[in-house]
């Protein structure tokens, strides 16, 4: 690496060398710091450009007032003079060379040096989490008798208050964030849209005023509409459905006030374009690229009724949104509806729209090769510039963070080490081609700090895998929760860690969406799947034989900590004195015993381990060969609250988690 090339990229945050999951020091390729410059807006493609870049980042007064000031709560910060904060409720407070420490939470404004900055003053930490269980959905996946071939928000609303009342502190879904509203529909959650707004296939069509305000005839051609469950989720035939429906029920709804939300008015104005063009703005007509062209204010005048429509269907979504939230408080959840927030977005969606300002065009989020994915990953994932969020006052982080919140008892961000760093794979690279980007953590998790805290959430980090030190001890310096899976907690020797020795702050769980299910590890579900679908990297009696030995690792462990029986002889006389293997769905209510022994502060349990489910809602690695995202739950709603499974499960974590009376205490 050259040089001056490893001092510019190192002033503009981008890594010239990174340390693998084996901690081996791997050099990035100069032709990526070149690439991922490049996307910062930093010529780098010649000596005499670095030359030139590099004297610029010099030059910069690393003295002056930045574009946005981030301060702790109780803390102060030098300035470079007197200067003037205008309070974020209007007030003015004159201060010296230092920024008090008493100066109010929020988004304020300074005046410093004849510079203009954005001020948020943020908490040093949330209240600390209450200590409770609840159940992971994959909303889609939960269906009943009233919704259309998926999970609606009318189950959601329903499953709520009935976990709730038996027990239950919250439930954790997958992102629901809006996808595209062309065919074919977006099955992944994880690759929206928008973060902002939220997927209308999750409405209920029968719990909106317009329905009941419908003639009876209406109402009978809607309900003629609804799809059939069937054996996997169908999202094209549930859109097409349900986009009808509320396309027939729209001329009985009241009007959306589009002034009074700029951002809901562009984002309806997307998806209006996005019927007639296609799902991904950057193969539209070129005139159309910019939200503020003046073709795309003709087009919004020619589609008025269909910009209408689509600003009315995220009003239902916030109504029937408000609906869940009402449910869980009624029921006394002490954290309530914890939302998913993905890593990114589709860098042809809405917000790659929307937001092009902020985000660095052609770049897409990864990951650098490790054990599992040796060819490293691309997420095809757009990302922020964190130059320009800092430029900008992190004003569209904010109000992403902002509309998440909104309908939240808690937040869970996935990857959260991204607000650390991302690994950025340039155009025309592959995976692991790429190397990371810096961002300034102190103000991603200062704000998601602000926001949560005035949301009343908590925050769930997604810290699984290989993470610097740094990751966790922000979490937990902040009160947020990190991540602790079953599969994962193992010592040097691959062995199940005894859960008393699971981290105090995070959020427990068996498995996640990308693993297999606890039915699906106990039968080797997930060796034969990969086997078929030839997603193995040895042979397949080698991964039988290495499956055989972590069942083996786990059952030591759960009779080590008397929470599964030793086994019985067996009185076979073709196998004297040999014991008898454990019943699975003993072992899946003693895996249930040990998130209930942790001390971790929050228990997730999946429906999918619960009920027997061997297939793994998403198999990486995959797009069509297997069905992700597409597996509804083998029960209803009804049927989940009348299975004894679902009861023995919740009398057990009841018992080791039952509710308190009185609210954590905060720690500031």
């Known amino acids: 690496m050259n040089r001056r090339l490893a001092a510019l990229a190192n002033a503009h945050g981008v890594s010239t060398w990174y340390e693998d999951w084996r901690h081996r020091r791997v050099e990035v390729a100069p032709e990526t710091v070149v690439g991922v410059l490049g996307l910062l807006g930093v010529d ?76 948020v003053v943020v908490p040093r930490r949330l209240p600390v989490p209450p200590r409770t269980w609840g159940w992971m959905l994959q909303l889609y996946a939960l269906t009943s008798e009233r919704s259309w071939g998926m999970g609606d928000l009318g189950d959601l609303a329903e499953f709520t208050g009935w976990a709730g009342d038996t027990g239950a502190g919250l439930v954790l879904l997958n992102p629901l964030h809006a996808v595209g509203p062309a065919h074919p529909v977006a099955a992944s959650p994880y690759s929206p849209a928008s973060r902002r707004f939220v997927n209308p296939l999750y409405l209920r069509v029968s719990d909106t005023a317009a329905y009941r305000a419908a003639d009876p005839a209406t109402r009978a051609v809607v309900d003629a509409l609804r799809p ?61 690229h910019h939200p503020d062209a003046p073709a ?28 869940v939230t009402a449910a869980a408080r009624a029921a006394g959840m002490p954290v309530g509806v914890v939302h998913d927030l993905a890593v990114g977005i589709d860098p042809g969606g809405a917000d790659g729209w929307q937001l092009a300002d902020v985000l660095a065009q052609g770049v897409r989020v990864g990951a650098p090769p490790d054990d599992f994915n040796q060819l490293g990953q691309d997420w095809g994932l757009a990302a922020w510039r964190p130059d320009r969020l800092a430029a900008t006052g992190y004003a569209a982080y904010r109000d992403m963070l902002r509309r998440t919140l909104r309908h939240a008892g808690g937040l869970r961000v996935d990857h959260v080490a991204g607000l650390w760093r991302l690994w950025w794979v340039p155009p025309g690279a592959g995976a692991a081609e790429g190397t990371y980007v810096r961002y300034d953590a102190e103000a991603m998790l200062g704000i998601l700090a602000l926001e949560a805290l005035r949301a009343g959430a908590v925050v769930v ?71 078929e679908l030839k997603l193995l990297g040895t042979d397949v009696a080698v991964e039988q034989a290495r499956a055989a030995t972590d069942r083996e690792r786990l059952l030591d462990m759960l009779r080590a900590e008397s929470l599964l029986p030793d086994p019985a002889p067996t009185a076979q006389p073709a196998s004297p004195g040999t014991a008898a ?88």
């Open 44 to 119: 780098a493609t010649s000596p005499a450009a670095i030359a030139d870049a590099l004297t610029a980042a010099r030059a910069v007064d690393r003295g002056a007032l930045p574009e946005t000031v981030v301060l702790a709560h109780g803390t102060t910060r030098a300035l470079p003079g007197p200067g003037v904060v205008t309070l974020e409720d209007g007030g003015r407070r004159a201060v010296d060379s230092e920024l008090p420490g008493d100066l109010p939470l929020g988004w304020h404004r300074l005046a410093c040096a004849g510079r203009e900055a954005t001020l």
């Open 228 to 288: 059939d469950r069937g054996d996997l989720i169908d999202y094209d035939q549930v859109w097409a459905a349900k986009r009808h429906a509320l396309e027939l029920l729209h001329p009985y709804a009241q009007p959306v006030d589009l002034a009074a939300d700029p951002a809901l008015a562009s984002f309806a104005t997307w998806c209006a374009l996005a019927e007639r063009h296609g799902n991904d703005w950057r193969a539209w007509p070129e005139d159309l």
């Open 296 to 323: 795309v204010a003709e087009q919004r005048r020619q589609l008025a009724d269909r910009v209408a429509f689509h600003a009315w269907l995220q009003h239902l979504c916030d109504e029937q949104l408000d609906a």
């Open 461 to 531: 980090g997604e810290d699984l895998g290989t993470v610097q030190p740094a990751v966790t001890s922000g979490l937990r310096g902040r009160n947020m929760l990190g991540s602790t899976v079953l599969w994962f907690a193992r010592d040097d020797d691959g062995g199940f860690v005894p859960p008393a020795r699971w981290p105090r702050n995070a959020l427990a769980t068996i498995s996640t969406h990308d693993l297999p299910t606890a039915p699906g590890f106990l039968t080797g579900e997930h060796v034969r799947v990969r086997d």
């Open 581 to 668: 293997a454990p019943d699975d769905g003993e072992v899946v209510v003693a895996m249930h015993a040990a998130l209930a022994a942790s001390p971790t502060r929050l228990l997730g349990v999946s429906l999918y381990d619960v009920l027997g489910e061997v297939r793994q809602p998403n198999m990486p690695g995959t797009v069509d060969e297997y069905p992700n995202w597409r597996l509804p739950l083998p029960n209803t709603v009804a049927e989940i609250r009348s299975d004894p499974r679902v009861t023995r499960i919740v009398d057990l974590l009841s018992a080791a988690r039952p509710r308190h009376a009185t609210p954590a205490p905060t720690e500031d």
